[in-house]
């Protein structure tokens, strides 16, 4: 009797010590299964789209369609091509479908610089988004956002938590989730948690601030292990303005791009136009002819 009274909890507690270890060895949901709560859908998507990659550096090559309304509709493709450091400098240039370079673009901390060769022309701006807007590129993030997106990280998009989560209605199901602070004011993950719709409000430091709507149209295809990145994107803001974007090729870079793959130096006699009087102290004559990364 006093052996099966000691015996007993002994038991018990082996039991209980067999279920946390079970428990512990539980295998995390794997990319493509269906989420039948908003949260379970969250949590997957914080799981696999909201993590850093597993490298130092990225190369993409896309094609890009684009769309304006005003002052007259216009269209045209050009061919893109982004490399950079996750951690550092990003460059872009910008090409026309025949191959003829339309644009160098490079950011890092010191700002956004931008070279038209066919003009001999080139701007800077401490912020690379206002940049951007003042060349008539109105991007709603850096490049080093779009960077991280192109590769299936929106960490730098998606807020932690969301304020509310509710059901879409159309046939295609999923979750929309909001948010009450930041430039961010919903994301809508299909029913297996990949991000489908991103709505977002550009930095009130705009002279004239848009919403925008960046929209996952397809996904590579992959292993069940592997969450799928984004294969097409569609960028729109509420003034008309659209571009699409096709994935070509993509490259995830185990050993850091080299300061020379990265800089971009302006031809002899171009000195940069600054577009941020209001940030920057030109009378101090900081106007750099060459962004090198250090």
């Known amino acids: 009797m006093i052996c099966q009274t000691l015996l007993k909890p002994l038991a018990t507690s082996a ?62 493709r050009t061919i893109m091509t982004m490399w950079g450091n996750f951690d550092g400098a990003m ?49 709603p993030f850096s490049l080093s956002e779009l960077g991280n997106v192109l590769v299936g990280d929106f960490s730098g998009l998606a807020p932690k938590r969301y304020t509310t989560a509710d059901r879409v209605t159309s046939s295609q199901g999923g979750y929309i989730f909001t948010f009450d602070n930041g430039l ?21 430091s705009y002279e004239n601030a848009h919403k925008w709507l960046l929209e996952i149209n397809r996904f590579e295809e992959s292993t069940s292990d592997v969450a799928p990145l984004p294969d097409k994107i569609t960028l729109a803001l509420d003034n008309g303005e659209k571009g699409v974007l096709h994935i070509k090729s993509r490259e995830l870079m185990i050993a850091a791009w080299p300061a020379k793959s990265l800089n971009l130096i302006l031809p002899n006699g171009i000195t940069p136009i600054r577009l941020d009087n209001g940030y920057h102290n030109q009378k101090n004559g900081e106007i750099p002819v060459v962004y090198e990364d250090k």
């Open 91 to 139: 460059r872009l240039d910008v090409a026309a479908s025949i191959g003829k370079l339309l644009a160098h673009i490079r950011e890092d901390d010191n700002g956004l610089l931008v070279f038209y060769p066919s003009d001999e022309e080139a701007y800077t701006h401490i912020s690379p988004v206002l940049g951007a807007t003042r060349l008539g590129m109105p991007f």
């Open 184 to 204: 961010i004011s919903s994301i809508t993950l299909d029913v297996v948690g990949r991000p489908v719709r991103v709505e977002g409000r550009t930095t009130k």
């Open 15 to 76: 039991v209980a010590l067999l279920l946390v270890m079970a428990f512990g060895c539980t295998p995390k949901t794997p990319p493509g299964t269906i989420m039948s709560t908003p949260d379970a859908a969250w949590k997957s998507f914080r799981r696999h789209y909201c993590v850093s990659p597993k490298a130092a550096g990225m190369k993409v090559k896309a094609s890009l369609y684009y769309t304006r309304i005003k002052p007259r509709k216009r269209t045209n």
